[in-house]
């Protein structure tokens, strides 16, 4: 080749050019279409049952992604931040987050106000309401079989731990039932006389007895003759009878089957048990294992415990951490299918496994606490054991501001042990009271405040709800809408609305609080029925009804609209998108319930309300689409989403040509992106598909030579968006005496 051939991804300097002959190609990228920003961004900031922080202050085995998170539909939103409350056994809805506060149910609970939220994309900042940590140290154990098991009298379980042994268990005992009768010399039997025996609860089975059958031996090989089995023999005398079962679970059953049989032969009527500690020596459960352990002084002594797990096995364990076990290779332990034997297991040896969120933990009076992240443990062996300890966070499992503090070292009751390994807990320092309300308020901004960051995915955010609502927290979620969109964030805007129970005055005062445009307000709530809160029914406790029907806000139904709708579209139109919500909250004055009539809205509408309606014919909607501005210009929802849309587009667009050379052809280019993007929006060559009115583009009337010295280019740009078909005109003339357009051709 007579020259090189070089390739650049942007046209190179003319010195570049010249460094050598060669076949320049500049191979640049094609123009980005004219796409816009996202428009349908929902962040929520709510009180979850797992999940990170938006804070990072996490457990350090919590596995999951730091700060404010994006999910991927209701499915991902359950397995990262788990459901309503959580499942003990098959039980669901058990110590649901955030159960009361300032009067209202739920007050706070993320799943409860995105139940029925179908945003395009979505974001959670979880609020950290932990009262203290407790540490989770495992302990040394053996693990057994699930049973039952075939065990044989006086059979013990030798135990040694590292404060001393071997200790043996209290020894297995087990004996069939028994029945001795009175000294008798013959039954005087005629012939047809019958007694009725049931062994061991299993069928009743009549014998009936011959002449013949006189004396006590004759009478007995009658009655093992029918039974089938040796069940009864004569003792100095008289009649025995014998279950086969040994141990309690074991019974003797007798019953006369003609009247005086049984008084014949020396024997009365009646029930008689086995005896022993186990029910079946045969099939010995491990909680019947786990009892005799338990109940052994001398292994409680040497710190030594036993417990049946989720999977039904018996664990035999050193009861406090650390430590070492090792037990026996006796009948019993080999019986129980006890692993490792004769082998000393240390403290943190163990699979490693998961402790769930919602795991409980009480103090010997019974005050209960629920840990709030999953933790992931690492697995530990014998020369490199895992002894943690493993913390996290808790809040109270009666999640309703009313729980008082512990002291340290008192929670030390373990309710729901993991599978993988037994674990000592305690709680290192004391446990807080419930948060006050200012302090759940001072977390809620905590949480508000993550989500300004321009290096994080809520960047993108269009709206935002929260879960919890107080006047600080409307507060907040509406400076935190103003400081992004202020802080080089996308337009942000906050749905709120007015507290459950407010009369239509107290909301029109309320909404005044805090206007901006940046600011949507709804006012009713919403009627909705939560299948989670109808399975529990009552039972579920406070907050929970028969019917599973509650009252929400309406700043959730309004997110589902907004984020689903294209952003010039009013959200007032009928959608069919929120017919969960089937009525609207009762409204009252003093103890009347106060009917919603067109007044009523023209008020709302005055006053910046965003108030829902139940319409026969286009079913749940929103009478006004506006923000909570009264300011003109500023009123309506789709100006204030179609504005932060086109200047987040064209401010995307942009960017690429920051900080280059003010070349013309750069400002060409420009130009060239805003006018392509405006013109695709205005769609002159096909109106149906038209999402604002007109443009105009002016790069001139703003621009000085002050301004071009400092590196700054003005571009003004003016939209006239499409209006909203809000009111529309029937202008009517009916009578007889009408003059028709027909008539006065």
């Not at 457990?59 to 788990?82: C, I, K, Y």
Request: with cysteine; proline share 5%; charged share 15%.
């Amino acid at each position: 080749m007579a020259g090189f051939v070089r390739r650049f991804t942007s046209t190179p300097s003319i010195e570049v050019l010249s460094e050598i002959e060669a076949v320049d190609i500049v191979d640049l990228p094609p123009q980005s279409p004219t796409t816009g920003t996202g428009s349908g961004t929902l962040l929520c900031v709510g009180e979850f049952e797992d999940g990170g922080f938006a804070d990072g202050s996490d457990a350090s085995e919590w596995v999951g992604a730091r700060g404010p998170q994006e999910v991927f539909g209701s499915e991902d939103l359950v397995n990262r931040f788990g459901g309503f409350g959580h499942t003990y056994g098959t039980v669901p809805s058990n110590n649901v987050c955030a159960r009361a506060h300032l009067f209202e149910s739920f007050n706070g609970n993320g799943f409860l106000k995105l139940k029925f939220c179908r945003p395009r994309r979505l974001i959670i900042s979880r609020v950290d309401t932990s009262v203290g940590q407790v540490a989770f140290s495992p302990l040394a154990a053996i693990i057994g079989g699930a049973g039952p098991f075939n065990l044989a009298v006086a059979d013990v379980l030798t135990v040694t731990t590292d404060v001393g042994g071997p200790v043996s268990s209290t020894a297995i005992a087990a004996a069939e039932a028994t029945v001795t009768g009175a000294v008798f010399v013959a039954s005087g039997f005629v012939g047809g006389e019958s007694v009725d025996f049931t062994i061991d609860g299993g069928p009743t089975v009549r014998v009936s007895f011959a002449a013949a059958d006189q004396t006590p031996a004759q009478v007995a090989a009658r009655i093992n003759l029918v039974l089938g089995y040796a069940a009864a023999s004569v003792v100095l005398g008289a009649l025995q009878i014998v279950g086969i079962r040994q141990g309690t679970g074991g019974s003797v059953v007798l019953a006369d089957g003609t009247v005086g049989a049984l008084v014949s032969i020396g024997l009365v009527a009646g029930s008689t048990a086995g005896t022993g500690n186990v029910a079946n020596l045969t099939r010995v459960t491990p909680a019947e294992v786990a009892a005799i352990v338990n109940g052994t002084a001398g292994l409680a002594a040497n710190n030594c415990s036993a417990r049946v797990d989720a999977q039904g096995r018996i664990r035999i364990f050193r009861d406090s951490a650390p430590g070492t076990i090792l037990i026996a290779s006796t009948s019993m332990a080999i019986a129980c299918a006890l692993s490792p034997l004769a082998t000393t297991v240390t403290a943190g040896e163990h699979s490693g496994g998961i402790i769930m969120a919602g795991t409980r933990i009480r103090t010997a009076g019974g005050d209960e606490w629920v840990t709030m992240q999953t933790l992931s443990i690492a697995s530990g062996s014998a020369t490199s054991p895992n002894l943690g300890p493993h913390v996290v966070k808790v809040r109270p499992a009666v999640d309703d501001g009313t729980s008082l503090g512990t002291a340290a070292f008192t929670t030390v009751v373990l309710v729901d042990m993991p599978d993988f390994a037994d674990f000592d807990v305690t709680n290192p320092n004391a446990l807080t009271a419930a948060l006050t309300e200012p302090q759940m308020d001072v977390a809620y901004e905590t949480a508000f405040t993550r989500t300004i960051d321009l290096a994080s995915v809520v960047r993108e955010v269009n709206f935002s709800i929260s879960a919890r609502r107080s006047d600080a927290v409307v507060s907040v979620g509406k400076s935190n809408a103003i400081d992004a969109s202020a802080g080089g964030m996308f337009g942000r805007k906050f749905l709120t609305g007015a507290p459950l129970g407010f009369t239509i005055s107290q909301a029109i005062a309320d909404v005044g609080l805090n206007r901006s445009d940046r600011l949507f307000y709804t006012f009713p709530g919403w009627r909705v029925r939560v299948p989670e809160i109808a399975f529990r029914g009552t039972a579920g406790g406070a907050g929970f009804t028969d019917d599973g029907i509650i009252t929400v806000r309406a700043d959730g139904p309004l997110a589902t609209l907004v984020c689903q709708l294209a952003p010039e579209e009013n959200p007032g139109q009928a959608t069919g998108l929120i017919e969960n919500f089937f009525a609207v909250e009762d409204v009252y004055s003093g103890s009347t319930t106060v009917p919603l009539t067109i007044d009523s809205y023209i008020a709302f509408k005055r006053n910046g309300i965003c108030a829902p309606r139940r319409d026969p014919f286009s079913g749940s909607i929103y009478q006004s689409g506006i923000t909570s501005s009264i300011t003109p210009g500023l009123t309506t929802q789709a100006r204030r989403k179609m504005a932060d849309f086109i200047q987040d587009s064209l401010a995307t667009r942009l960017v690429p040509f920051s900080k280059r050379l003010a070349t013309q052809s750069r400002l060409d280019g420009i130009r060239s992106v805003i006018e392509q993007f405006l013109s695709e929006l205005q769609s002159v060559n096909n109106p149906e598909t038209a999402r604002i009115d007109s443009y105009l583009v002016d790069e001139t009337s703003a621009q000085t030579p002050e301004l071009t010295a400092r590196g700054i280019f003005a571009f003004i740009i003016k939209v006239r968006t499409l209006s909203s078909l809000d009111a529309i005109v029937l202008q009517t003339e009916i009578g007889e005496g009408v003059v028709t357009v027909a008539e006065e051709a």
